[in-house]
């Protein structure tokens, strides 16, 4: 870090973008919590199954990477799933060593009840937004998140 930047007192909390954006996470989480808990389910289930049901059968690292949860606690959360029914586990066809997580008919049933309400919250956080800003919004994230990749050598693709 160079020493002329400035400081965060100096930038101001509503300045800086990832106090922003971990604001904006806690309340989309927060509004859909109650619907989650009606599900049995948590929020590292929750990004399980709604990673399965775009990208079915990833592996428990690669799952872990997308969902954006620790391995370890998307490990717990996959043991539930799976004990309610919800994702099954295969050994991978071209790797034994390897496992993969399926998302079931219960699973899906389960998401695509909880997805109205993640639509809706999506909704309301781009309300009176133009959706040119909102595309313009949404690359701008990409190419943040692309350059997240560059600070630990892209191992790390969260």
């Given at each position: 870090m ?32 109650a619907?989650?808990?009606k599900l ?16 079915d ?8 990477v997308h969902?954006?949860?620790?391995q ?10 799976e004990?309610?029914?919800?994702v099954?586990?295969?050994?991978d066809?071209?790797?034994?060593r390897?496992v993969r997580?399926f ?10 009840a909880l997805?109205?309400?993640m639509a809706?919250?999506y909704?309301d956080?781009?309300?009176?937004i133009?959706?040119d800003?909102?595309r ?9 998140h692309?350059n997240?990749?560059k600070?630990d050598g892209?191992?790390a693709e969260?």
């Open positions: 160079k020493d002329s930047a400035p400081r965060l007192g100096e930038i101001g909390l509503a300045n800086y973008p990832p106090y922003l954006m971990n604001r904006i996470m806690g309340r989309y989480n927060a509004a859909i919590r619907e989650m808990a049995g389910l948590t929020t590292p289930k929750m990004r399980a199954l709604a990673v399965l049901s775009v990208m059968g990833q592996v428990i690292g690669q799952l872990a969902a954006i949860v620790e370890s606690t998307l490990s717990r959360a996959i043991d539930a799933l004990s309610d029914g919800m099954r586990r295969a050994p066809g071209a790797d034994s390897l997580v998302i079931t008919e219960a699973g899906r049933t389960a998401f695509d997805w109205p309400h809706g919250t909704a956080l781009f309300a009176g133009d959706p800003e909102q313009a919004f949404v690359a701008t994230l990409q190419k943040i692309a997240t990749g600070t892209g191992k969260v």
